[in-house]
């Protein structure tokens, strides 16, 4: 008797919870139940979030029209569920992909709000301290070669004796790889201090070759222009900069402690390369993303 109890009664909580999940209406924070399952507010607002909404926009017939791009989405995952793909490998693999993208960024998140705004003098030192980015900024006009990064950089080894833009050429022509033609400009106040010291110390009319995003870019300066940054920009830009290199030097440390901390076993064949002692040529890097190349303009 009992178990026959114990089973009406789970029976009966059963009956409750699906009846529970047929009542569910859109009222209060929800804003609409899609097959017994809420949209909120929140989520609804978080839509939103991510799109630059001008103030003429009519805000209640934005937020009706982005609802039903939420519903039709919650409908076809509903759909995908139904045929089983929330359990397919490949979806559980971009899933955690996913999640551990967003923990990070939200790890990121958190670290920034903890970096203090610098005071007046720190801000005062950066500017001093980096007359590149403020006073003594420049815009260099480029001569500039754009190509794709070949499979094996090392083919690109032989770019360090080109001591002009149409030599790189020659040396691309002869090793087959296309390359489009262009100008660009180089602007001393978003380049590394570093790197630009470098490409300061070449002779006039020798290139200097950088990789970015799966491109490389060969490059010749044909003319500067000395910007200085206006007054009112250059304390927000110094601001903005010293809260970035913070931040920066946060995630550094952090990625350190972490890794220092943890215990990472590879499997013959997968361990991680050994750091090269051999720096690079003063003209050609093609190994070594250094920093972002200027945008090409036809």
């Known amino acids: 008797m009992k178990t026959r109890t114990m089973i009406l009664t789970s029976a009966a909580a059963a009956i409750m919870l699906t009846l529970g999940a047929c009542q569910k209406k859109a009222e ?6 899609v097959n017994g399952e809420e949209v909120s507010l929140q989520e609804l607002n978080a839509e939103l979030a991510g799109q630059n909404v001008p103030e003429s926009v009519d805000k209640k017939a934005l937020m009706k029209e982005v609802l039903q791009r939420v519903i039709d989405r919650k409908l076809l995952v509903q759909r995908a569920k139904e045929q089983g793909l929330d359990k397919d490998p490949e979806y559980l693999t971009q899933q955690r992909r996913l999640d551990e993208n967003l923990l990070v960024s939200l790890l990121g998140k958190k670290a920034a709000a903890g970096v203090k705004i610098p005071d007046g003098a720190a801000i005062d030192k950066f500017i001093s301290d980096n007359p590149q980015m403020f006073a003594q900024r420049t815009r260099y ?3 500039q070669l754009q190509f794709d990064l070949p499979p094996n950089p090392k083919r690109l080894a032989v770019l360090e004796k080109d001591k002009s833009l149409a030599a790189v050429a020659a040396s691309l022509d002869s090793l087959g790889i ?18 630009m010291q470098q490409i300061a110390k070449l002779p006039a009319g020798e290139p200097f070759i950088l990789p970015a995003g799966g491109k490389v870019y060969a490059s010749v300066i ?12 250059a304390r927000p830009a110094a601001t903005d900069a010293i809260r970035r290199r913070d931040l920066t030097d946060i995630s550094t440390k952090t990625l350190k402690q972490v890794r220092d901390t943890a215990k990472i076993d590879y499997q013959p ?22 920093a972002p190349a200027p945008t090409a303009t036809n």
């Open 141 to 143: 006009s480029l001569d």
């Open 178 to 195: 296309k390359y489009a033609r262009g100008t660009s400009v180089l602007d001393s106040a978003t380049t590394p201090p570093a790197l």
């Open 269 to 290: 064949g997968y361990e991680p390369a050994a750091k090269s002692t051999a720096s690079a040529t003063s003209n050609a890097a093609p190994a070594t993303p250094a």
């Open 222 to 233: 044909t003319g500067q222009q000395i910007t200085p940054t206006p007054a009112e920009v």
């Open 28 to 33: 209060g924070q929800v804003v609409a139940v």
